[in-house]
């Protein structure tokens, strides 16, 4: 016969999941989530029992924390001593706990996430209110299962005669469930669930007139009542909580922020050591100093600032970017009928209320046994006394116990139970007073079975009981809530000025995407000479500028970068920059057109800008100001291969020209562009034949009197007076600015407005860079070519033509 297999053959996929499904079940009804019920997992509700089986309650004294941690290791929770001991801890906690279940001395952890002292140092015990978890427990009310090794059995479920899932919340990741209930005042929840017994079918909204929300036990503030309504209708709702804080006026004229309350399960060593790498690396300006001056007699975290700092601007970027504002997420999920459930605040108290109805019921039902019982013996005694000289020879005549009682069965109609308590009676019980006392027994005997029978007979009196023992809980227990509540969520405005240090430096652009701050003295240094750029690059914008300034950069691809000048890499004039690739992702032929300086996006200030196929556009400027700015923006919509030509910024009383490569020349004022949102195309700038392109497009004040100067591919420069031309209207065809010639026609690559120190620069084909001065050019009219500056023939055609970058001071005017 052959041998039976020993191994089964299997596929894995179906292994796994098995194994894998078997664990979820267990870490989801077993280990991390609570029961709806007691609000205890099962290493909590494990540890308290241990404890009072033990007897090591609040009123004894204390006990070495590893012995109870052996106890339940032994008896009810096979794992690890640490797991036990961390969930001792907890429970002791008074910043985790509304209301601490163990009592602790030694070391148990602190605020700022310490660890406690190893359980051989600690002693501990129930607390108070722990023991109404456990009251009554050995009246049979709850179900009691066999242990792990079946040599004793455990709770399934504390009898909780108060509300401890609410009281005490419940934070916890299972396989595929995780819970986040926030505590609660017990005061507010036992009147919750006095409400709910009263009406059923009350609404969220009654319920919170008497729950306002979280009490959590660190205080603090809770912003955003919608987000707790939302929260206690459906089980999911996020809320604002932040510390208490407030600004304190020193003797030297100078502010400081003392925060006495931090938000709930925020590690408060964190939270300092974050606030001091704020001013470290200068996130944030105006904090001196930041000292932790936590001690026995409370919290209190110190934030020095300097002089003449806005103390309101320094705490809403405290708020925004540290843990002293978070936001806590509502997840109110509990194991209910052995199963995970997303609990709204009514069903949570449904639950509870279910359970102390059984509780309650079985409860009265275990009284009353033993209450018969009692009577029955009692009745039994005063029986005996008032026949006691027919009954003491009865009883000497028997051969032992046995016969005894069976003579008094016999002969004077006992029950068993009452012969057993008639032989087993002391002999001073036979004195006179002791009669009285037993009638006195049997009466109050009797008004208690009325009583636990009436219980047990009318729903409305079993919710009495349980409504009068809330009210003592309530009575002994009660503490004032400790967290405020505030209906709105408050918009954290920060001024740029809290975060940056004001410093004015210069910006330097180039067209290959470096770009720069550097210091004045660094420019001055360097004399302005020596600018650190790669080869056939060149200088867009040169800009002084404020620390607390943006510049909006254009590229040709229609794109923006909104760039706040503080974020600019801080390097000095004779070094390269840095390029915006480090910034933000941009295509390898995208250049930069333009850069517009910006120091508040006002109202009537637009963009203009030009594309290469004949399309101009006008938007207002604040469309423009960007929230995220960590990738490129769409400034327009381009069509297939359009580009950008230029943009400028206007106050909205400008002229525009524009030249097309054919040497067309179109001059019209900005009001005839209409204005558009921030993705539009735009409109039609001028009129296009075939294989015509706009070449450039000028933006120069309505009143002004520029030069025109051109620049052809074959080397031809031109200068021309605004006044040759006559001022038209959008998308028409323009004036000729060059004489047509059948044999290598001129074809404009460089057109500019120009003013008295505009240099042009220009590339040729064979890499010659040359310098031209327009007001060294004497004027020509529309119908001439120019003057020849090069010679195409040997130096190569112009291929690219620039205005070089001036040194400017774009907002000096509103200093003054």
Known sequence: MSQPEKYLDLPLEEVIGDRFGRYSKYIIQDRALPDARDGLKPVQRRILYAMLQERNTHDKNFRKSAKTVGTVIGNYHPHGDSSVYDAMVRLSQDWKMRNELIEMHGNNGSIDGDPPAAMRYTEARLSSIASELLRDINKETVDFIPNFDDTDSEPVVLPAKFPNLLVNGSTGISAGYATDIPPHNLEEVIDAVIKKIDKPEITVDELMQVIKGPDFPTGGIIQGVEGIKKAYETGKGKIIVRGRARVEDQ???????????????????????????????????????????????GLRIVIELKKDVNSEGVLNYLYKNTDLQVTYHFNMVAIQDKTPKLLSLPKILDAYIAHQKEVVTRQTKFDLKHAKDRSHIVEGLIKAISILDELIPTIRASKDKQDAKRQII??????????????????????????????????????????????????????????????????TFSTSRRTTIENEIEELTIDIEVMVASEDVLVSATRDGYIKRT???SYSASNGEDFAMKENDHIVSLLELNTTDKVLMFTN????????????????????????????????????????????????????????????????????????????????????????VNVYQTKGYSDVFI????????????????????RAAGVKAIQLKDGEYVVNGQVFDDMADPSLVIITQRGACKRMKLREFDKSSRAKRGLIMLRELKNKPHRIRGFFVTYEDDTISFTTSQGETRQVFPLELSYSDRYSNGSFVIDADNQGEVVEVWKQATYQKPFEEIKE
């Open 251 to 297: 003797r030297n004229g100078r502010q400081q922020i003392v925060i006495e309350e931090i938000p709930y399960d925020v590690n408060k060593a964190n939270m300092v050591k974050k606030m001091d790498e704020l001013r470290l690396d200068r996130k944030v300006e105006g904090i001196a100093e930041v000292r932790d001056e936590t001690d026995r007699t």
């Open 519 to 521: 210091s004045l003295r």
């Open 659 to 678: 030249a097309s490569n054919k040497g067309y020349g179109l001059w019209y004022h900005e009001s005839e562009i209409s204005v558009v949102g921030q």
């Open 557 to 644: 691809k229609g794109k923006y970068l909104y760039i706040p000048v503080h974020e600019l890499p801080d390097i000095r004039w004779k070094d390269i920059g840095h390029h915006i690739s480090n910034m933000v992702s941009i295509d390898k032929d995208e250049y930069i057109i333009q850069c517009i300086p910006v120091r508040e996006f006002e109202e009537n200030n637009y963009l203009i800008f030009f594309t290469k196929h004949g399309m101009i556009k006008r938007s207002e400027l604040k469309l423009y100001e960007a929230q995220r700015y960590s990738k490129a923006l769409i400034a327009l919509n381009l069509k297939k291969d359009d580009e950008v």
């Open 410 to 475: 016999a002969k004077f109609d006992f029950t068993d139970a009452q012969a057993e308590a008639i032989v087993m009676l002391q002999l001073y019980r036979l004195t006179n007073t002791d009669i009285t006392s037993l009638e006195k027994e049997a009466a109050e005997l009797r008004k208690k079975i009325t009583e636990l029978e009436s219980i047990l007979a009318s729903e409305k009196k079993l919710f009495q009981t349980i409504k009068a023992d809330l009210r003592q809980i309530k009575k």
